[in-house]
């Protein structure tokens, strides 16, 4: 007996289990670094606003805030450098410059995104979004690199108190899809995206990106890709 696809996921989500992988109505995708490849001009303009401000440790910096929100990069900035530390003044800084070469070189797309999407959304699952960036600054980015149209709904940092690694932004993300996160599926790079949907109760699955995973890390994964030309593999 085949049951209905809707009572189906409704007994999954009683469960709080995968019962089988063809069960998976919906993913979640982070934006930086797995779709569009902002990290790296990113990195381009900590750097230069770090040597023009004489900061040290930026490297530790940088990866200590990937995935956050612009509140929690805020607290994490204050604290390594200090209360004395001109934080709105980098904050704005790294934003101006980063203004800069999106309108001068625009975003890359990162490898392999286009038919991933394009393969899921043929394959019938629902596609949300959970990003720490502003929605204006995502939509606008996603509008530009074509991409926006593949997705449900977007969830983005201001909609949260915390950022990741705190689970909230993904609760959110699977909330706005009515499903519950233990079947639903979350792509992300960095260590604290993936800290994020673990926590949430997501399956988690890995696409580095400018961190490698840690075996810490690589214990909260179900998959680890090098691009998302593997999605097809699994899902």
Known sequence: MVLPQKLLYKNIFFYGIFTDMENIPAVIFDMDGVLLDTETICDRVWEQTAQEMHLSDIDKAINECRGCNKADTRLLLQKRYGCGFDVEYMMA??????????DREGIPIMKGVETALAYLKKNGYR?????????????????????????????????????????????????????????????????????????????????????????????LLWKCCTSLDCISTFL
Not at 93 to 100: A, G, I, N
């Open 127 to 219: 596609l949300a979004l959970a990003s720490s960036t502003r929605g204006l600054v995502v939509r606008r980015q996603l509008t530009d690199a074509g991409l926006i149209s593949f997705f449900e709904t977007i969830t983005t940092g201001e909609q949260v108190i915390h950022s990741k690694p705190d689970p909230e932004i993904y609760r959110k993300a699977c909330g706005s899809l009515g499903l519950a996160p233990s079947i639903c599926v979350a792509i992300e790079d960095s260590p604290n995206g993936i800290r994020s949907a673990y926590a949430a109760g997501m399956k988690c699955v890995m696409i580095p990106d400018k961190i490698q995973p840690t075996d810490e890390i690589r214990s």
């Open 93 to 102: 800084r790294t934003s101006e410059l980063f203004h800069v070469i999106e």
